[in-house]
């Protein structure tokens, strides 16, 4: 039996029918349809693909943040997700009670919250965290809260730290999926920081409590010179300051994380000078709290010197001044010299030469200024002066003329001079040829000096002296040389003239003026054993004419003019009587008194002043005057020269331990000279034995031994004494040790 379909067209509705029925069934179709948006909770605006999720169906929002989906009827729980924000969880119940009404789901936005910290963990607040366009300080507590909807790399920034950044992939992993954070975040801000070491320009040495400035941050350097300090502001200037170097300004701060520097210590070029003639003056000491420095050859000197430091400038020959240094890097000091100021040095050793007589003329005066030298060899008119001419006398030495130029500090040098000299008598001063003869022995030896006989032991004057009293005596010999041709005579061959003048020992003036002179207690005139008078040492009237006689005698332009027979009488003298009581201290008193006139009336002049002792003086005793007035220390204060007259065979019996002196030259002058010298700090020039006497026969090697013997004590020189100027050469030449080896051979001139 065939069975067909009765109606083709039916049956095939009837199949998609069923299959339509099957599927809608199966696809929800017939159940009620769960639609709405989802929307940020904060703006309200569409979330788009956010993630629904009902039990095991999901789906997602579209662009407008628009959701439909078919749910069996009832209660369903919705759990809604988007990237950025917090999970949400809600129930729908189905079918709505308005079909109508969408759901509308707001999320919220995901919150990274924070805790900003300095390096010692406390908090900081006012730190700029900025993520994406969002940005907010932390609060005081350090705290910060920030939209994380949307992530990007967080930078944190406060001035002085640098800045700090977290990654997005770090601040995705402090969330869990539902958006909520579940890890902390604390920042920790490294300080911003710029280090370094400061040091001196010129030793490289570290400079300690150095302040060094950066914005309103200070450091302070420690020992080794190094720093650290927050930089907070990128192009701020970075500043140092110390009380020992300048300050250094202008270093410019680009983030820079060292900076090594070096400061210029204070210093100033100092450069001192004339004020007068501008000229740089060397060797100005210059004093200041840390002690003292002089100036080169130029006048300036680099010193290193704090600002408010007082300084002081001092110069021989210029007045001192200070100034307060004020940090400037090169001062001119100008210094204002006084009148006139030098310094006396020895020509050969360059030692200075001390308690030299300096004599500065004004033009056209012949009236010197005088002043002597210190310790130093120096010498000061502290007054301003027109000095055209500077003289210098000390003892040992020749005297030195300087003319001024425009420098008012002067050097002289002194050429050192030891006289070696031989007597002769007023008789050779009228016998020309003779006289010549002399003359010519000193130029043609080892002999550099005589000593001429001008106001002899009889009283006899060799130039006719204007003094009125001096021609009341006609102590004038119009038979001898005048004394000025002698003078002349003896500077032509370079020969050092020394002028004797015998003083209390003058007929002559006692026989003008007896009331002057030493008497006999019944007042007639006391003679000595030559029948020669003497004059009384007390009076002024004495001093006087021979002080104007002594005046006469420099002005003829000797070197020296030496007193003989300045003492009281010794031949038989007891029942003499003076103007005065006499004892050893008035003797004494009166002696002196006469050499310090002349002393000080020589002293204008270029003459120089010795005296004649006996030789036995330097060996008594204080208070002992050997019963003449005789004291060495108290005479030879007042003169250049002492010349004590050693004559050995005048020694007698018993003196210096010696049974007969005069066998012994050498002991007798060595001896004496050093006692003279233990006495006094004058220089000693003695007397020395030319002639023969009695038993005693004094040749060539006596008289060497006696020479030998002045020298080796280390006296200023020694001159020879003959009453009938009668020399040997041979004494004197220069082959006279190797003549006669019996001497001894040359002196051994002590070095010290």
């Known amino acids: 039996m065939n069975l067909r379909c009765p109606c083709p067209r039916m049956a095939w509705l009837a199949t998609v029918l069923l299959v339509g029925a099957v599927l809608i069934g199966g696809c929800g179709i017939g159940l009620p349809t769960l639609s709405g948006h989802v929307l940020d909770a904060e703006s309200g605006h569409p979330v788009a693909s956010a993630v629904i999720r009902v039990a095991d169906q999901t789906t997602r929002t579209d662009g407008a943040g628009a959701f439909a989906m078919r749910l069996p009827q009832g209660t369903h729980e919705l759990a809604v997700y988007a990237p950025g924000y917090q999970h949400q969880t809600l129930t729908a119940t189905l079918p709505q009670e308005n079909p109508n009404n969408a759901l509308r789901v707001s999320l919220n936005r995901r919150q990274l919250r924070g805790l900003v910290l300095d390096q010692e963990g406390k908090p900081m607040a006012a730190a700029l965290v900025t993520m994406g366009t969002s940005q907010i300080p932390s609060q005081e507590d350090g705290t910060f809260g920030l939209d994380a909807t949307e992530l990007s790399t967080l930078t944190v920034t406060s001035d002085c730290y640098l800045p700090a950044e977290i990654a997005p992939a770090e601040i995705e992993a402090l969330f869990d999926g539902g958006g909520t954070q579940i890890a902390e975040l604390n920042i920790t801000m490294v300080p911003s920081v710029v280090a370094g070491v400061v040091t001196d320009q010129f030793s490289g040495q570290p ?24 930089a907070c502001q990128p192009a701020d200037e970075m500043r140092f300051n110390a009380s020992t170097h300048r300050p250094l300004e202008g270093i410019a701060y680009d983030g ?10 204070w210093w100033t070029l100092l450069e001192v000078t004339d004020a007068k003639s501008g000229d740089g003056l060397p060797g100005v000491r210059v004093g200041s709290d840390i002690g003292v420095i002089e100036t080169e050859a130029d006048g300036k000197v680099a010193l290193r010197v704090l600002p408010g430091t007082g300084l002081t400038f001092e110069r021989f020959g210029y007045r001192s001044t200070t100034l307060d240094y004020q940090g400037a890097e090169k001062v001119l000091v100008p210094l204002e010299p006084v009148g006139l100021a030098g310094t006396l040095l020895d020509g050969s050793t360059g030692l200075p030469v001390t308690g030299a007589t300096i004599q500065a003329f004004e033009p056209g005066s012949d009236e010197p200024i005088l002043c002597e030298t210190d310790e130093q060899g120096r010498f000061l008119l502290e007054e301003p002066q027109e000095i055209e ?9 020749r005297v030195a003329t300087m003319s001024l130029e425009s420098s008012p500090v002067v050097e002289i040098h002194l050429e050192p001079f030891v006289a070696k000299g ?12 003779r006289l010549e003869e002399l003359l010519d022995l000193v130029g043609d030896t080892d002999l550099n000096t005589v000593v001429i006989d001008v106001k002899s032991d009889r009283s006899w004057l060799a130039w006719p002296s204007k003094v009125p009293l001096a021609q009341e005596t ?3 010999q119009e038979n001898v040389m005048d004394l000025s041709e002698v003078v002349r005579m003896c500077h032509e061959r370079d020969i050092y003239v020394i002028a004797r003048m015998v003083i209390f020992k003058d007929d002559l003036l006692a026989e003008t003026r007896p009331d002057w002179a030493a008497k006999w207690s019944n007042g007639t005139l ?11 040492p007390f009076r002024q009237e004495v001093r006087d004419y021979n002080l104007a006689l002594t005046m006469e005698v420099a002005a003829t332009g000797v070197d020296e003019i030496q007193y003989d027979y300045i003492r009281f009488a010794s031949d038989g003298v007891r029942g003499v009587v003076y103007s005065q009581d006499d004892d050893a201290d008035s003797r004494t008193e009166a002696i002196v008194e006469m050499v310090r006139q002349a002393h000080d009336a020589l002293a204008a002049t270029p003459v120089f002043f010795s005296v004649d002792i006996f030789g036995l003086t330097p060996w008594v005793e204080p208070p002992s005057d050997m019963g003449i007035g005789q004291r060495v220390a108290d005479i030879a204060a007042y003169a250049d020269y002492i010349s004590p007259m050693l004559y050995p065979t005048t020694f007698t019996r018993g003196n210096l331990g010696y049974d007969a002196p005069g066998n012994h030259p050498y002991e007798i002058v060595y001896r004496s000279v050093l006692q003279c010298r233990e006495r006094t700090d004058t220089l000693v020039r003695p007397w020395l034995q030319a002639y023969s006497i009695g038993p005693y026969q004094y040749g060539p090697i006596e008289q060497l031994l006696q020479m030998r013997a002045a020298v080796e004590a280390r006296s200023a020189g020694w001159l020879f004494w003959h009453a009938g100027t009668s020399y040997d050469a041979d004494v004197f030449g220069a082959d006279a040790w190797e003549r006669y080896p019996a001497a001894g051979g040359p002196p051994a001139i002590p070095s010290d």
């Open 422 to 433: 031989i007597y002769i008598t007023f008789g050779r001063l009228a016998d020309p040829p």
């Open 474 to 476: 006609n102590g004038y």
């Open 526 to 536: 006391y003679h000595d054993f030559e029948g020669l008078a003497w004059m009384d």
């Open 389 to 397: 001419t500077v003289r210098a006398k000390a003892a040992g030495y």
């Open 256 to 265: 820079q994380t060292e900076q090594d520097v070096s400061l210029e210590p």
């Open 207 to 230: 400079i300690p409590d150095v302040a060094v400035h950066l914005g309103d941050q200070t450091a302070q350097t420690g020992p080794d010179g190094s720093y650290a300090l927050l």
